[in-house]
């Protein structure tokens, strides 16, 4: 069982900064990727920017300059600095988690969702 939790959404004025964070717990041997999606109103789920457990970014092309997703292992927490923001950028931010979990004698792959965290940006 591997669990996410998300922290960092709020309330910003067009062309401030957010970040966020996405910490995951549970039985982790490894990270395979760790990503953040988001839902703006009325819309589906979209892909903003995904990191490899080997650091590998990529991004969405609306997220291309302005976001920057980082990793760190050893707490299995993901980050995603948001700078320039813009009312098109509102909505729920999900973090994902793809993982290998489990123990040294019996392993699985999980894949897992947090909660979502709001990211409201004001004109």
């Known amino acids: 069982q591997v669990e996410l939790a998300e922290s960092g959404g709020g309330l910003v004025q067009s062309g401030g900064s957010l970040r966020l964070s996405c910490a995951a717990s549970g039985s982790i041997l490894s990270i395979y990727s760790m990503s953040w999606y988001r839902q703006p109103p009325g819309k589906q789920r979209q892909l903003v920017a995904k990191?490899?457990?080997?650091?590998?970014?990529d991004y969405a092309d609306s997220a291309k300059g302005r976001f920057s997703i980082s990793l760190d292992n050893a707490k299995n927490t993901v980050f995603l600095q948001m700078d320039n923001l813009n009312p098109e950028d509102t909505a729920v931010y999900f973090c994902?988690?793809?993982?290998?979990?489990?123990?040294?004698?019996?392993?699985?792959?999980?894949?897992?969702w947090g909660q979502g965290t709001q990211v409201t940006v004001s004109s």
């Open positions: 994902n988690a793809e993982v290998e979990g489990g123990t040294t004698w019996k392993r699985y792959d999980a894949i897992s």
């Open positions: 990191i490899t457990g080997d650091g590998t970014p």
